[in-house]
């Protein structure tokens, strides 16, 4: 029962965002997180300047642009515009004309707290149902407790101030260094001073980013020891 229940539900945890983040800068410190780059070339650089240096590097003479996916207007339209072939210069002003459809959300933020509450569960022996799937489990989570973050003994598991600052640090780093492959759209006069802006708004943007939370999830192991009736509740759990 239990093998069957562990295909469902897969024992690997999530790894949390500070588990990622620590296993940027030291590549032992996450086995379970989805990348390895930074075994081959460090955290000195983001993995898409990496990629543009490499095609440099292997090809000669190449041009390099990065598309900066983040900026103002429309995902879609912006690329047809500035990534697009000459060619298609028709298109690009029959989009900004308002032709054709709005394009949906490409780059969308999924949560998944619900997803590692249901893991951290399953791995505590808290999940007696075998015939569950993660799907299952995450659903009824989100239904049962649609405010989970208003419990009392809710807890979430933030970066230390430390961590921040260096995460902060090497984010404009980053900034920096990938802004210099913008493509000429991208490119303006007066760029020392449109620098100073772009960090600017992108100080502002990370202490956003640290008064909500998004470098934090939720602490799903506190959770489950100290919620009682959570505990209780995913034992009572079984496929209808």
């Not at 093998?3 to 620590?22: L, V």
């Not at 791995?123 to 489990?137: F, H």
């Not at 239904?143 to 430390?162: A, E, N, S, V, W």
């Not at 980053?174 to 759209?185: A, I, Q, R, V």
């Amino acid at each position: 029962e239990m093998h069957k229940m562990d295909k469902n539900i897969r024992s690997d945890e999530e790894p949390s965002f500070i588990e990622w983040y620590k296993g940027i800068t030291y590549d032992t410190a996450c086995p379970n997180c989805y990348y390895n780059y930074v075994k081959f070339w460090g955290p000195e650089y983001h993995p898409t300047e990496y990629t543009a240096r490499m095609f440099r590097e292997r090809f000669e003479g190449i041009s390099v642009n990065i598309y900066n996916m983040h900026q103002t207007g429309d995902l879609f339209i912006n690329f047809v515009c500035q990534v697009m072939p000459l060619d298609a210069k028709d298109f690009c002003e029959a989009l900004r004309r308002g032709q054709g459809k709005f394009s949906s959300n490409l780059n969308p933020t999924r949560p998944f707290e619900n997803e590692r509450l249901a893991v951290a569960a399953y791995n505590a022996g808290l999940i007696l149902d075998a015939r569950l799937t993660k799907k299952d489990v995450t659903k009824r989570i989100m239904k049962k407790f649609p405010d989970m973050t208003l419990r009392k003994k809710f807890k979430y598991l933030c970066p230390t101030q430390f961590e921040l600052d260096q995460m902060l640090q090497l984010s404009l780093q980053y900034e920096t260094s990938l802004f210099l492959y913008m493509d000429k759209y991208e490119k303006e006069q007066n760029y020392d001073e449109k620098s100073k802006e772009r960090e600017r708004s992108h100080r502002l943007k990370f202490e956003e980013y640290v008064d909500t939370h998004r470098f934090c999830n939720w602490d799903v192991k506190h959770m489950l020891h100290f919620d009682k009736e959570i505990q209780d509740w995913f034992k009572t759990l079984r496929l209808n």
